[in-house]
Every structure is written in structure tokens, then in C-alpha cells.
């Protein structure tokens, strides 16, 4: 496999300006035609044009309608390529023959459940025609299908519908135009039986947009929220953004097998169902939250992505950080900002910095690739570094220019770039040009991999009524990078007094120079340090009295911070902080240390204690009524094993559930009461209603249910199965069959027969039922997980099973990284299988061994020995090729 490299980007030779598309879809075979206007760019003409094409059968090439001869052309399974091209513009038209129905990799064209659907991001579209497929060719395209009317009524494409009519043999076709230039990975088609749910936006200008989401008829009365979460993109685009929608039609299309979350095709998204389909009785509140937040992420990328594209997949960052930043910026205005922001920061925290220290480290912005589409954020087993860490630099920018000069940047981003293929540097000088900022060495947060560790220590001067706060930063090493220069670091802080209230903020001594800290005569009272050096120091001046320092405050860096803050200090912050953020952060430091303190005593065979002042402290939260109900649940949940096992030399799976589960426990032992009562007056109202007030209610109770189910008492067993039985929606019902099947035994294995029976009918329900079981922690797991693979209702090429299945049970680190290597040679010979089907579903899937030499030699050596067993499997896909080798390198 060939190792494609940013440094080697050259302009095409050859720029594409119209291309007309026919589709003959068929049950044998689709044709596909593609007549292109081919324009030389001025050094390139006469130069060899070369087009991608992957496993296409070539039936015909003409040029300026003449048939090509021989020699005048090369095809192999990859390539076309025109030799000698005329020297002027000319038309190629050529005519290929694909196989959708037995394309099971889901990537270009292909049929499942009855509907022929495309996803082309990031190169699929070399599967479906020859053509230069890179995002800076940007052409305007039509697309005529045609095909059966009545197996496949609904022909659909990009832009407007500009003609559709019957043909003989009981075929008909549809015409779609449209208007705007776009790269081919936005080209989308859909063809079947499926019915759509209208509704009508009125943009700010007063165009009428006609909005339509498409599902099998069946499905429609569940696409109510996604339809509502549309509407609620758009008109919060238009106000935080000023991004009107261009077009007069918006279609969204549902279908049950595919490999990511959705995806942006202009104006025409296609989305897995499993992002769009939600009742009250059949998805949760993560459901629902998850629906609006795709929806409008893929909604946003209309201007981040589409009318300003990526020139080259390095800079993928360009769209997905902004569109990543954008959909996080979108929940938040419609929910709680702060308990968004801690959703944000844990999975940040667990993937992104997980991936950040492992063996596929890279920048924001890569330097090479093997397969573009390990880059890509997808589902929970993704690369957090484009997508995520992206958003965060995104986020860096906001924080440093406030709301108002972000949005300058961001305008004059879209009036400079409109139409255009850019790069990261032009979204960072739009920024830069727009508030006359300067950013220093900013852009190394595009090019530097690695999660940058800061320590701060402070001091306090009585006399000269001074605080201090001393940054030192090193950035580790990651693959290819040994050494790595200090980054310009935001970071946001304020000081509390001894009651627990911020002080204001007059001024700051820094580099030699005092600056007034003051906005219109008055103080501020949280300010942003710009931490720029190796070692730098930052003295607050009119500091009456020690104040206790709230540092990062909402996060605002993607970095390791390690303070000198006491325990007391942070038992301090966790009740006082005023920033929301932070106050969960605190309690999180707080709790990451006790578990590696017992995760030492277990190792050492001593008895696990828990601090009576950390149940003190998680007892306060709970009876605070101030505070928000989501933030009291998130506030109350440990750390995740795979955080606590990312802070250790070397990780011991065994030692740290044993120590979380410990832990759970004994909280809930010593505050069953407090438990009891949160689950008695936080049930259900009668309705379910997608609202934060009552999903925070939902949310507290189930986690106290969760608490509770760990407990072996009689009462708390049947207090648990009621709350089971009595549901009423999906997200108690699903969060009390949770807490049942915590133990094993016939609570559990009954609880879990009748789910089943319930659900049997509804794919992304039982979908839940197999994540359940496959991610649970009850010893032995593996062999369960082994029958369910046999399951009637499994299918190892529906993404989404193998998901909830096989990515489910490798999120259980007891069982996935058991020591006697049962888990990994599940995995290991799952991939290997996988990886004939769905090359891209196998190299998420394969990404679980990344981190191999995190653990003991043992089970080094078994994780190793299933890596080396994937590199030998005949015909090994290039994207578990690019997993698999530099896992092992
Ligand atoms: N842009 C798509 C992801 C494409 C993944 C290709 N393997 C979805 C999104 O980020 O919005
Ligand atoms: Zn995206």
C-alpha cells in the first residue's frame, strides 16, 4: 500500500467544469455515463489526464465524441488514464459498469434493504465512475437516473428536480440539476421504495425550502424530532452565523446500513436511521440529543464543507473541526452549555487523548495517510484528532477574539472563500486578517501531534498582595516526532476568595509589562492567559486576600493540566467554583485520584478504603436543589476505567474495575437513602417530552438507579425491576433493564428475555439489547458475546450490529482484555472476517489493539500475536493494513 503525503500536493493538471451523469440502475448490472467538460489549466495542458476508478468495468471512452483508440488510452483496476489529451478544453465521456448489489464495503454505490444509496467521502467515488476524485475539482453536475418504477418509486439526487417522467418496460427516470459547484465526494444518489415527512422553512431572505426526510413508510411517524431538529438548525445558523440555506429543497434520507453517522452530500444527506428514527418509546435522550446534534451537523456542513471545501483531504480538519464546533455550539444553545461541555470534555478526554499518546498519534492536520477514512470521526471507536481536537482548536480561536470577533473571522472566511477548495492556513488568516490578532505560533496546533502537558503552580505574596501562576508546558513525543516546540496555549482563569466567590481582576504583570485586566472601567472577573513558552510566570496585582485559582476554566484548551491545587482546594472549588465546568472538574480530579490511590492497594493486596470526605463531598452534591439536575448526575459518575488505566505506567485492567466497582458500590451502600429518594422524586412525568428539565430528571434518577442495581439487597432488586416494568419510555426502560443486568443471575436473564420478546421487531432497539450485553462486565463475557454472533437477529454486514456488538464488547476493558487473550483472539479472527466485507467497519474495529503496549507482557504478547495473525490474512484491506502496521511498528 502506497503512503500519500501532504508535502507532495501539486494543483491538478486538468480542472473539471460541467458533468452530466446517467444512471441505469438494475438488478444485474447499473450502467453509468459520465459526459465531463475537461478544462487544461495553463501549464497543464497536453499533460496526461489521469482518472481514479476502483474495480469499474469500462465499456466505452470518447473524446469530443469520438471514440478512443487503443493506444490513446490505459485502464487497469485502478486508473484511466488519457495519454495524450487534446491541448484545449475537450469532452470526455465515458460509459462503466458497476455492481451495487454486491458491494457489501457500502462505500460509492451500493444496494441494501431494498434501496440503491451512495456515500462517496472520502475517495467512493472512483467506485462508481472514472474521474479525478480529489476535493478540489469542483464542477457542476446533473444527474439523470433511471430504473424500475415500482421497485424503486423515489429516484433522488443533488440540487433540483428538473424533469422526471415514465419509460417503457415499467422504468422511469428523474433528472436532478444542480447549481452549485461541488467536489465529487458530494455526490449523492438514492433510488427505492420510501415515503417522505414534509414541512417548509421560510429563511431569513423569505425563501420558501421545502424539506423533506424519506424512510420506509413504516418509519415516517419516527422522524417527527429529526424534522423538528432541521427546522432548528436552520433558523440557529442564520442568527449565530448569518448562513442562510441556498437552495429551495432539503432532503434527508434514512437507511439502515451504513457505515458512519451520516453524511453531508449537498442537499441530499443520507443519514443512518439510527440518527433520524426516534419515538419516545423506542430511543432515549442520548438518542435524541445525538439526532439533533448529526442533524445539524450535517446541516452546517452546507457552508463548512460544501460551498467551502477541503483542497486536499489533509485539511480535513478545515470542515470537520468547524463543523464538529458548530453542532457542539448548536446542543448547547438548545440545552444545557455546561453539562454539553462536560459530555464534550469525558469523550475528548477517553478517545481523543487515548489516541493522542498511542501508536496513530497525528496532528490536526496528518502529513500522510495510507486511507483517508481512518481519519474520520464515525462512531465512538473514531480518531478523535481531526474531528474533535479540531473542534477544540475551533474553540481556542472563540476564546481568544470573544463571540464578536469569531464571527468577524468566520464572515470574512465565507466572503473570501465562497465556492472555494481551501486549507486550514485560510480559515487561520481569515480569523487573523478579520480582528488584526496576533496569534503567534498558533497554527502548530494544525501540525504538532500530541496532547501538550502544562503545570501551573502558584504562590501568594501578603505584603505585596500579589498572586502568581507559573506555567510550565512540554509537548510528548508522538510516531515521527521526537521533539516539539511550546504551543500557544488559552487559558482561562478566575480566583475565588475565601467565601467561594470570584474576585475581581484588576491587572497583570507578565513578560516585563502591567496590563490592565478592566473592560470599560469595570473588572473582569475570568481572564485568558496566553501561555506562549517552555516556563512563564503571570502575577495578579490587587490580590486581597490567598485566593484559590479555577484554572482552564470551561476547558479552554485541549491539554493535560497538572496544578498544585490541595484536595481541600479542590473540595473547595467543587462547591463553590462559578464556573459550571470546572466545578465538575474538580470532583473529577478529585475522584481520578482516589481510584489510582486504591487501584495501588489493590496491586499491593491491601483493602480498598473510600474517604469518608469524598462520600461527604458526593452526598453535598446530591443535596444541593441549586444546582442543575444533569449536572448533579454527571457530577456523581466516576471517571471511566479507560481513563484511570490512561493515567498509569502501565494499565491493569483487573485492578481498576475491581476498584471502580468497589467504589460504586460502597457509594451506594452509604448513600442508599440519598439514592432512594433521588429515583422517588424524579420519576417520569406523565409525557415524555424532549426538554432539559426533563431530561435532567430522567438523568438523575437513572444514574442513582444505576448506583442502586449494584446493591444486593431484595428491596433494591425489586425496586429496580419495577422501575423496569412501570416504564413508560425508552430511557427509563432501558436504563432500569441496565442496572438489572449489572449481576449475573435470572433477574438479568430474564429482564433480558423480555426486552427481547418487547423489541424483536425493531432493529435499532434490539441493537441497544446486543450493545448491553456485549459491553458488560460480568466475568466471562466473551462466550456470551460468541452466542449472540449467532443470534438470528445479528448480521455481520450491517454496520450497526457489528457496532453494538463487536465494538460494544471491546468497550468492556475486563473482559476485552482478559488475560488469558480470549478477547483478543475473538477480535483478532472477527477483523480478519470483517475486513472481506467492510474494509472500513474492520479498520475501526482492529483500532481496539491499537494500544497493545500499554499492558503487562502477557497480554503484550497475546494482542501482539493476533496483529501479526491480521497482517498475514490473504488480501488484507488497506485501511486494517494502515491499523494493523503502525499498531505494531
Ligand atoms: N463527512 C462525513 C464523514 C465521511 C466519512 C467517510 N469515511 C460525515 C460528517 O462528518 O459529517
Ligand atoms: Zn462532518
Redesign the pocket.
Known amino acids: 500500500p502506497k503512503e500519500i503525503f501532504l508535502k507532495d500536493y501539486k494543483l491538478p493538471a486538468y480542472y473539471f467544469d460541467t458533468v452530466d451523469l446517467g444512471f441505469s440502475l438494475g438488478e444485474e448490472k447499473t450502467i453509468v455515463s459520465a459526459k465531463i467538460c475537461v478544462v487544461p489549466r495553463v501549464d497543464g495542458a497536453g499533460s496526461p489526464l489521469v482518472l481514479d476508478g476502483t474495480d469499474l468495468k469500462l465499456i466505452s471512452v470518447k473524446v469530443n465524441g469520438n471514440e478512443l483508440k487503443e493506444e490513446d488510452f490505459h485502464v487497469d483496476s485502478r486508473h484511466l488514464i488519457l495519454t495524450s489529451p487534446p491541448s484545449g478544453n475537450f469532452t470526455l465521456e465515458t460509459l462503466t459498469e458497476i455492481l451495487p448489489q454486491k458491494n457489501t464495503s457500502l ?1 460509492g454505490l451500493y444496494k441494501s434493504s431494498g434501496n440503491f444509496c451512495t ?1 462517496c ?2 475517495e467512493g467515488f472512483r467506485k462508481i465512475t472514472f474521474y479525478q476524485d480529489r476535493p478540489d475539482i469542483m464542477a457542476k453536475y446533473t444527474c439523470r437516473i433511471e430504473a424500475d418504477k415500482s421497485l424503486y418509486p423515489v429516484l433522488l439526487s443533488n440540487g433540483n428536480l428538473i424533469e422526471q417522467g415514465d419509460l417503457e418496460g415499467g422504468k422511469h427516470f428523474a433528472l436532478w440539476e444542480d447549481p452549485f459547484k461541488k467536489p465529487c465526494y458530494l455526490f449523492a444518489l438514492v433510488a427505492g421504495p420510501l415515503e417522505s415527512r414534509d414541512d417548509t422553512f421560510t429563511t431569513c431572505s423569505g425563501r420558501k425550502v421545502a424539506l423533506r426526510i424519506w424512510t420506509p413508510a413504516q418509519d415516517l411517524p419516527k422522524t417527527e424530532h429529526a424534522m423538528y431538529s432541521l427546522k432548528a438548525a436552520m433558523k440557529w445558523d442564520e442568527e449565530v452565523f448569518g448562513r442562510e440555506y441556498d437552495l429551495d429543497l432539503f432532503n434527508i434520507v434514512a437507511v439502515p446500513d451504513f ?6 452530500n449537498k442537499s441530499l444527506n443520507i443519514f443512518n436511521s439510527k440518527l433520524v428514527l426516534a419515538s419516545p418509546e423506542t430511543a432515549t435522550d442520548a438518542d435524541y440529543a445525538a439526532i439533533l446534534g448529526v442533524i445539524g ?2 446541516y452546517f ?1 452546507n457552508w463548512t ?1 460544501n460551498r467551502v471545501t477541503c483542497r486536499d483531504w489533509f485539511q480535513l480538519s478545515l470542515k ?1 473541526g468547524l ?1 464538529v464546533f458548530r453542532d457542539q455550539e448548536f446542543s448547547s444553545d438548545m440545552g444545557s452549555r455546561t453539562v454539553k461541555r462536560i459530555g464534550d470534555v469525558s469523550k475528548l478526554r477517553i478517545y481523543q487523548f487515548s489516541q493522542d499518546a498511542g501508536p496513530m498519534a497525528h496532528p490536526v492536520r496528518p502529513h500522510s495517510y495510507i486511507k ?2 481512518n481519519f ?3 462512531t465512538v471507536w473514531w480518531n478523535w484528532k481531526v ?1 474533535e481536537k479540531g473542534a477544540e482548536v475551533v474553540r481556542m480561536y472563540k476564546t481568544l477574539l470573544g463571540s464578536e470577533g469569531f464571527r468577524k473571522g468566520t464572515d470574512l472566511y465565507f466572503e473570501r472563500h465562497d465556492g472555494q477548495a481551501v486549507t486550514c492556513e485560510d480559515f487561520f488568516a481569515a480569523m487573523r486578517d478579520a480582528n488584526d490578532a496576533d496569534f503567534a505560533n498558533f497554527l502548530l496546533w494544525y501540525s504538532q501531534a500530541g496532547t501538550p502537558v502544562v503545570k501551573v503552580t502558584s504562590s501568594y505574596n501578603a505584603e505585596a498582595r500579589t498572586f502568581s501562576l507559573k506555567f510550565s508546558q512540554t509537548v510528548p513525543s508522538t510516531p515521527g516526532q521526537p521533539t516539539k516546540e511550546p504551543m500557544f496555549i488559552p487559558v482561562s482563569v478566575g480566583l475565588l476568595d475565601s467565601c467561594g466567590k470570584d474576585l475581581p481582576l484588576s491587572s497583570i504583570h507578565h513578560d516585563g509589562m502591567l496590563e490592565s485586566l478592566t473592560c470599560n472601567g469595570q473588572p473582569v472577573y475570568t481572564t485568558v492567559l496566553r501561555v506562549t513558552k517552555g516556563e512563564e510566570e503571570f502575577v495578579f496585582s490587587d490580590v486581597p486576600e490567598k485566593p484559590i485559582p479555577s484554572l482552564l476554566r470551561g476547558y479552554s484548551a485541549p491539554i493535560r493540566l497538572h496544578s498544585d491545587l490541595t484536595e481541600d482546594d479542590l473540595f473547595f472549588l467543587l462547591a463553590h467554583d462559578s464556573d459550571g465546568f470546572n466545578r465538575w472538574e474538580a470532583g473529577q480530579i478529585l475522584a481520578r485520584k482516589l481510584m489510582l490511590s486504591q487501584v495501588a492497594n489493590f496491586q499491593k493486596d491491601k483493602p480498598l478504603v473510600l474517604a469518608p470526605q469524598f462520600v461527604h463531598g458526593i452526598k453535598c452534591i446530591i443535596l444541593d436543589s441549586s444546582l442543575d439536575k444533569e449536572f448533579i448526575a454527571k457530577a456523581i459518575t466516576l471517571p471511566g476505567e479507560g481513563e484511570i488505566m490512561d493515567m498509569m505506567e502501565v494499565a491493569d485492567p483487573d485492578a481498576v474495575h475491581a476498584v471502580r466497582s468497589f467504589i460504586r458500590k460502597q457509594l451506594a451502600s452509604e448513600l442508599k437513602q440519598e439514592f432512594l429518594n433521588l429515583v422517588k422524586e424524579n420519576r417520569s412525568l406523565e409525557k415524555y417530552e424532549f426538554n432539559h428539565a426533563n431530561m435532567a430528571r430522567r438523568a438523575l434518577k437513572n444514574t442513582a438507579l444505576g448506583y442502586l442495581g449494584s446493591l444486593d439487597y431484595q428491596e433494591v432488586t425489586e425496586l429496580v425491576l419495577h422501575e423496569y416494568k412501570t416504564a413508560t419510555n425508552m430511557t427509563d426502560q432501558f436504563s432500569a433493564l441496565a442496572a438489572i443486568a449489572q449481576k449475573p443471575g435470572k433477574a438479568r436473564d430474564d429482564a433480558l428475555a423480555d426486552f427481547y420478546d418487547k423489541w424483536q421487531h425493531d432493529y435499532l432497539v434490539v441493537n441497544k439489547w446486543f450493545a448491553l450485553q456485549s459491553a458488560s462486565d460480568i466475568p466471562g463475557n466473551v462466550e456470551n458475546v460468541q452466542k449472540l454472533l449467532e443470534h438470528p437477529a445479528f448480521d455481520l454486514r450491517n454496520p450497526n450490529k457489528v457496532y453494538s456488538l463487536i465494538g460494544g464488547f471491546c468497550a468492556s476493558p475486563v473482559n476485552f482484555h482478559a488475560n488469558d487473550g480470549s478477547g483478543y483472539k475473538f477480535l483478532g479472527e472477527l477483523v480478519v472476517q470483517l475486513d472481506k466485507l467492510n474494509p ?1 467497519v474492520a479498520s475501526r474495529m482492529v483500532s481496539a489493539f491499537s494500544r497493545w503496549k500499554r499492558y503487562d507482557e502477557t497480554r503484550q504478547n497475546l494482542a501482539k500475536a493476533q496483529l501479526e495473525m491480521i497482517m498475514s490474512a490473504n488480501g488484507l484491506s488497506e485501511n486494517v493494513f494502515e491499523i494493523a502496521s503502525k499498531s505494531l511498528a
Open positions: 462505500e456515500q467521502e472520502a457505515n458512519m453517522g451520516a453524511m453531508e451537523h450535517e456542513h464543507g470537520e463543523t483517508m477514512d474520520y470521526t464515525v474531528y472500513q
